[in-house]
T-cell receptor, first 116, second 115 residues
Framework: AQKITQTQPGMFVQEKEAVTLDCTYD???????LFWYKQPSSGEMIFLIY??????QNATEGRYSLNFQKARKSANLVISASQLGDSAMYFC?????????????FGKGTMLLVSP | EPEVTQTPSHQVTQMGQEVILRCVPI?????FYWYRQILGQKVEFLVS????????KSEIFDDQFSVERPDGSNFTLKIRSTKLEDSAMYFC?????????????FGDGTRLSIL
């Protein structure tokens, strides 16, 4: 079974609009962390935002926010006021802490294209 | 802002040859990782390293692979006898602690092409 599922292979959004990138996860570990990374066409991996399983509030970082719905096991990334530079691949990832794992498990990613 | 540095950015190697990929993690970080991404696919964990030893490795990380921290700043991934299927982007990452809330900061990657 997939640990991280990103169902949208590609998304299109117009500049200045908001966009939501979906991520669902599967774990039996009560303690885990969810991360979003951005990968532009140049290839580097850029950390965007983190949400812990025990965090009471949804994480926010500038234009990025995480819509965390624990019961649904979803951690969707919301990008507000999209910019052309947001065009990139976006990966959702998870660390399962109490199982002793230090690794990140990634989803397959969503390609976001922002048009003028 | 401190960053993870990887060299070279692109490595082309003949099949069967040894290759060493180099990384300089963020200076006060203690946990180091290697991941790979085959073209068009998701990022896959290879190995994590802490306190001068491997703390976890995936099934991808077989006897052909090894990691080393030869000095206080570098962290290397060696592939002993490269195969065509080793062609991928290899990412080094580091984190300050092994705590689950700590993001892993990635380098820009080394694109490895095996001919």
């Amino acid at each position: 079974a997939q640990k991280i599922t990103q169902t949208q292979p590609g998304m299109f959004v117009q500049e200045k609009e908001a966009v939501t990138l979906d991520c669902t996860y599967d774990t039996s570990d009560p303690s885990y962390g969810l991360f979003w990374y951005k990968q532009p066409s140049s290839g580097e991996m850029i950390f965007l935002i983190y949400q812990g399983s025990y965090d009471q509030q949804n994480a926010t970082e500038g234009r990025y926010s995480l819509n965390f719905q624990k019961a649904r096991k979803s951690a969707n990334l919301v990008i507000s006021a999209s910019q052309l530079g947001d065009s990139a691949m976006y990966f959702c990832a998870m660390r399962e802490v109490t199982s002793g794992y230090s690794t990140l498990t990634f989803g397959k990613g969503t390609m976001l294209l922002v048009s003028p | 802002e401190p960053e993870v540095t990887q060299t070279p950015s692109h490595q082309v190697t003949q099949m069967g040859q040894e290759v060493i990929l180099r990384c300089v993690p963020i200076s006060n970080h203690l946990y180091f990782y290697w991941y790979r991404q085959i073209l068009g696919q998701k990022v896959e964990f290879l190995v994590s390293f802490y306190n001068n030893e491997i703390s976890e490795k995936s099934e991808i990380f077989d006897d052909q692979f090894s990691v080393e921290r030869p000095d206080g700043s570098n962290f290397t991934l060696k592939i002993r006898s490269t195969k065509l299927e080793d062609s991928a982007m290899y990412f080094c990452a580091s984190s300050g602690t092994g705590m689950g809330n700590q993001p892993q900061h990635f380098g820009d990657g080394t694109r490895l092409s095996i001919l």
